[in-house]
């Protein structure tokens, strides 16, 4: 065997070279690679991707927006799509021949790689691998191809052993091919360390993180007027009623806002500062806007404040009657907007927070009445923001399926080139020793394992 071992070393070497280096690069994540093979089954990637395509993804630390990705679909399974958006820890993805998003938006956990390159067609060659009658054709012609070799094989074999004298007494392993074994061992493992290690050498040592943090401006609006006259269910009138303005003219509105954020830590949320006014804008279809102060500029601590405001409607319902009185121009619908406006600043997670929201809730005045338009967005008032930071982070590169630090990597892989180096140095030391004695020494080296021992014809 270590003869075989010794005559075959330099090919042996390649050959493991070769395996580690397609190993590296193709391995399945299934056997703890970092590649994906995923066959297209629909058109939603055309015209670039086919049905019948076979497409590789590589696993990625991090995922950014326009990459095609590869995810895990609870019930439909692998799925390959864009990324058009994120939003709260998770992808929304969209297929680039459709016109919707995907329903199941994946966390980043549930990606499994970034798309590297594709196979046009074959997934289909495949597919067809999969069928009894091609798999039986397919195993039945790789039988006959080993079998062929292993019949030349056994018959070579064969051939060397009647042409071999066979000597009583064989010779043992020699210190010169047992140093060797250790050289070529050791010098394997250098060439595996420099090749990682020079991989390592050209990726950076860190990269630059954006870290997204999501926040809502959360506001919360309602109204509520005396029932003089009983003409409501309630004894009071309530959000979404309307207001008669020969029943009532005073309507109480009340407007809450609070900020939330996950990351928000109570110091945090406790240092926020902001201020916030509150206005209204009644407006014509022709253009004309009358504005008006229902809440001054006010500041406001922490992360959330409630404001109370004591509106006059019929007021508002005259100054529509003196309008159209002195131009002449009537119309039987106008737009009555409440407009809170509020400014907030601090800090999450140390980085710089400085927002505005600045909601529209909307009413309609007619001849007789104030009412809310029939919409069911008139009172869905939350906002969502991002706020982004950018930091540097170590960066990290994967090898054999595991995740280590670029410079972790370059440390690990500099240490065991330089002691495989330096493990190698003695035994390469004697053997160059031994083959500078004599000839007969460096025969004896360099060809052990090919000498036998021939025993006198005189003592036979």
Same mark, same amino acid.
């Given at each position: 065997?270590? /003869?075989?071992?010794?005559?075959?070393?330099? &090919?042996?070497?390649?050959?493991?070279?070769?395996?580690?280096?397609?190993?590296?690069?193709?391995?399945?994540?299934?056997?703890?690679?970092?590649?994906?093979?995923?066959?297209?089954?629909?058109?939603?990637?055309?015209?670039?991707?086919?049905?019948?395509?076979?497409? /590789?993804?590589?696993?990625?630390?991090?995922?950014?927006?326009?990459?095609?990705?590869?995810?895990?679909?609870?019930?439909?399974?692998?799925?390959?799509?864009?990324?058009?958006?994120?939003?709260?820890?998770? !992808?929304?993805?969209?297929?680039?021949?459709?016109?919707?998003?995907?329903?199941?938006?994946?966390?980043?956990?549930?990606?499994?790689?970034?798309?590297?390159?594709?196979?046009?067609?074959?997934? %289909?060659?495949? @597919?067809?691998?999969?069928?009894?009658?091609?798999?039986?054709?397919?195993?039945?012609?790789?039988?006959?191809?080993?079998?062929?070799?292993?019949?030349?094989? @056994?018959?070579?074999?064969?051939?060397?052993?009647?042409?071999?004298?066979?000597?009583?007494?064989?010779?043992? *392993? &020699?210190?010169?091919?047992?140093?060797?074994?250790?050289?070529? !061992?050791?010098?394997?493992?250098?060439?595996?360390?420099?090749?990682?290690?020079?991989?390592? #050498?050209?990726?950076? =040592?860190?990269?630059?993180?954006?870290? $997204?943090? #999501?926040?809502?401006?959360?506001?919360?609006? &309602?109204? $509520?007027?005396?029932?003089?006259?009983?003409?409501?269910?309630?004894?009071?009138?309530?959000?979404?009623?309307?207001?008669? !303005?020969?029943?009532?003219?005073?309507?109480?509105?009340?407007?809450?806002?609070? #900020?939330?954020?996950?990351?928000? +830590?109570?110091?945090?949320?406790?240092?926020?500062?902001?201020?916030?006014?509150?206005?209204?804008?009644? +407006?014509?279809?022709?253009?004309?806007?009358?504005? #008006?102060?229902?809440?001054?500029?006010?500041?406001? +601590?922490?992360?959330?404040?409630?404001?109370?405001?004591?509106? %006059?409607?019929?007021?508002?319902?005259?100054?529509?009657?003196?309008?159209?009185?002195?131009?002449?121009?009537? &119309?039987?619908?106008?737009? !009555?907007?409440?407009?809170?406006?509020?400014?907030?600043?601090?800090?999450?997670?140390? =980085?710089?927070?400085?927002?505005?929201?600045?909601?529209?809730?909307?009413?309609?005045?007619?001849?007789?009445?104030?009412?809310?338009?029939?919409?069911?967005?008139?009172?869905?008032?939350?906002?969502?923001?991002?706020?982004? %930071?950018?930091?540097?982070?170590?960066?990290?590169?994967?090898?054999?399926?595991?995740?280590?630090?670029?410079?972790?990597?370059?440390?690990?892989?500099?240490?065991?080139?330089?002691?495989?180096?330096?493990?190698?140095?003695?035994?390469?030391?004697?053997?160059?020793? %031994?083959?500078?004695?004599?000839? *007969?020494?460096?025969?004896?080296?360099?060809?052990?394992?090919?000498?036998?021992? =021939?025993?006198?014809?005189?003592? *036979?």
């Amino acid at each position: 065997m270590i /003869l075989f071992f010794r005559n075959n070393a330099k &090919s042996i070497i390649l050959f493991l070279l070769i395996t580690l280096g397609l190993w590296y690069l193709f391995a399945p994540s299934q056997l703890a690679g970092t590649v994906s093979y995923v066959i297209v089954n629909g058109n939603s990637m055309e015209p670039e991707h086919r049905v019948g395509d076979l497409v /590789l993804t590589r696993e990625k630390p991090h995922y950014d927006l326009q990459q095609k990705v590869v995810y895990q679909h609870p019930v439909v399974g692998f799925v390959f799509h864009r990324i058009v958006d994120q939003e709260k820890g998770e !992808f929304i993805l969209k297929g680039d021949n459709n016109d919707w998003l995907d329903s199941y938006r994946p966390t980043e956990s549930e990606i499994l790689g970034k798309y590297w390159f594709m196979i046009p067609g074959a997934g %289909d060659l495949i @597919r067809k691998l999969r069928e009894p009658a091609f798999f039986t054709g397919f195993t039945i012609i790789i039988i006959l191809i080993l079998g062929s070799l292993f019949l030349v094989g @056994r018959q070579e074999y064969f051939k060397k052993r009647k042409e071999r004298v066979i000597m009583k007494n064989q010779p043992t *392993i &020699s210190r010169g091919e047992i140093r060797q074994d250790l050289l070529l !061992f050791l010098g394997i493992i250098a060439i595996v360390s420099l090749i990682l290690g020079i991989f390592a #050498f050209t990726k950076p =040592v860190t990269r630059i993180v954006t870290d $997204t943090m #999501f926040y809502t401006h959360e506001g919360d609006f &309602s109204y $509520t007027s005396r029932n003089k006259d009983a003409i409501y269910d309630t004894a009071t009138v309530r959000t979404g009623d309307p207001i008669y !303005f020969l029943i009532t003219c005073d309507v109480l509105m009340d407007f809450n806002y609070s #900020f939330s954020a996950r990351y928000l +830590s109570p110091v945090e949320r406790q240092s926020l500062t902001g201020k916030y006014k509150i206005s209204a804008q009644l +407006s014509d279809v022709d253009g004309w806007t009358r504005s #008006f102060e229902l809440h001054p500029v006010t500041d406001f +601590s922490g992360d959330s404040f409630e404001s109370k405001i004591s509106l %006059d409607v019929c007021s508002i319902h005259d100054l529509i009657l003196e309008k159209e009185e002195k131009t002449g121009a009537e &119309s039987r619908i106008y737009d !009555f907007k409440v407009l809170p406006l509020v400014t907030i600043s601090g800090e999450m997670k140390n =980085v710089a927070l400085r927002d505005t929201y600045q909601p529209v809730i909307t009413f309609q005045f007619n001849p007789t009445l104030m009412r809310m338009p029939e919409k069911e967005e008139t009172l869905l008032l939350d906002v969502e923001g991002i706020l982004t %930071d950018d930091y540097v982070d170590l960066n990290t590169i994967n090898i054999f399926g595991g995740t280590v630090e670029v410079l972790r990597a370059r440390q690990i892989t500099l240490f065991v080139f330089i002691i495989s180096l330096l493990a190698a140095a003695y035994p390469a030391w004697t053997l160059i020793r %031994d083959i500078r004695i004599s000839d *007969i020494s460096r025969i004896q080296v360099q060809y052990h394992p090919l000498l036998v021992d =021939v025993l006198d014809p005189g003592n *036979i």
